[in-house]
């Protein structure tokens, strides 16, 4: 039977924004794996990741489960997020996962949690940080960007993306109402 619902859901599903989001997922994974594979290369078999706004937080779970299952290296992830339904999504998952030994959950602002791992001289490995810069504007997002490389451990990985200009920018934004910040890779 045709309804509505079923009609805008398929419509939602097939847009390019829809599929880049599933895409984004996809590559978030592969890029956590590589990052943490290369550090571990170098030696260090207990891993700190930092993610930031984490909305990536499934990403960063499933990553660190596979890890768990085979054995190869310790990640413990630091998941910094303002809104408090994030970090409570985020416990329960990792509850879910059995990584509640290896992740901790803080309910902050980024730009005070960064103030406070300057102070505190600690360096992650890996700061991943995907989705947030959709909504920061240029002078936002560079100071962030700057204060990130600061607490980032020489050598380590940053993984951030933006979403692109696209055809449905335009429906996006006035239909559903969904502002963002669209940057090309060159601008990013």
């Known amino acids: 039977s045709f309804s509505q619902n079923n009609w805008l859901t398929n419509f939602w599903f097939g847009m390019i924004n829809a599929q880049a ?24 078999l207990e891993i700190t990741l930092l993610s930031l706004a984490s909305g990536s937080v499934q990403a960063v779970l499933e990553v660190m489960r596979e890890m768990v299952d085979t054995n190869t290296v310790k990640v413990n992830a630091i ?3 303002l809104d408090a339904t994030a970090v409570a999504y985020g416990r329960r998952l990792a509850a879910k996962f059995k990584l509640e030994e290896r992740c901790t959950f803080v309910h902050r602002s980024l730009q ?3 103030k406070e791992l300057k102070q505190s001289n600690r360096q ?9 810069l959709d909504y920061r504007p240029r002078e936002k997002a560079i100071f962030l960007i700057r204060n990130i490389f600061e607490v980032l ?4 990985y940053f993984i951030t993306a933006n979403i692109v200009p696209n055809p449905e920018r335009h429906f996006v934004t006035v239909v559903i109402e969904w502002p963002m910040i669209y940057r090309t890779s060159e601008m990013l």
């Open 112 to 114: 005070m949690y960064i």
């Open 153 to 156: 451990v020489n050598g380590g």
């Open 21 to 44: 989001v599933r895409n984004r997922f996809r590559l978030v994974k592969r890029e956590i794996r590589d990052a943490i594979s290369n550090v571990a290369r170098n030696g260090k």
């Open 124 to 132: 992650p490995d890996i700061i991943e940080m995907v989705g947030f």
């Open 79 to 81: 998941f910094v997020d």
